[in-house]
Nanobody, 123 residues
């Protein structure tokens, strides 16, 4: 599975931004739990949230709960991260990832990764 993230950019604090991640390759996108992670300079990669392959339910890390929403369109092989009420501390490179077996907040449990897209929030 190849994952291509896009849609990052510069936004003012309090604003909104959506990023997307398109999957390609000889696979069935709906078979994967899709996760979003982020990494700020000098920090470890951090879990943001995931959307389950079955049922489409979501789970979010506490810092983004209530502000970020993950959705997926299996017909388009795409997962989305909608970010509202952005804060300066949300500035990071955002990565999408796919897991064939695990429903996890741990990066090591994900099998495939996108290249990341930069989100910068100005204060």
């Amino acid at each position: 599975v190849q994952l291509q993230a896009s849609g990052g950019g510069l936004v003012q604090a309090g604003g909104s931004l959506s990023v997307s991640c398109a999957a390609s390759g000889r696979t069935t996108f709906s078979r994967y739990t899709m996760g979003w992670f982020r990494q700020a300079p000098g920090r470890e990669r951090e879990f943001v949230g995931f959307i389950r392959r079955i049922g489409g339910s979501t789970y979010y890390a506490d810092p983004v709960k209530g502000r970020f929403t993950i959705s997926r369109d299996n017909a388009k092989n795409t997962v989305y991260l909608h970010m509202n009420s952005l804060k300066y501390e949300d500035t990071a490179v955002y990565y999408c990832a796919a897991s064939g077996n695990a429903v996890s907040i741990t990066p090591e449990d994900y099998d495939f990764w996108g290249q990341g897209t930069q989100v910068t929030v100005s204060s």
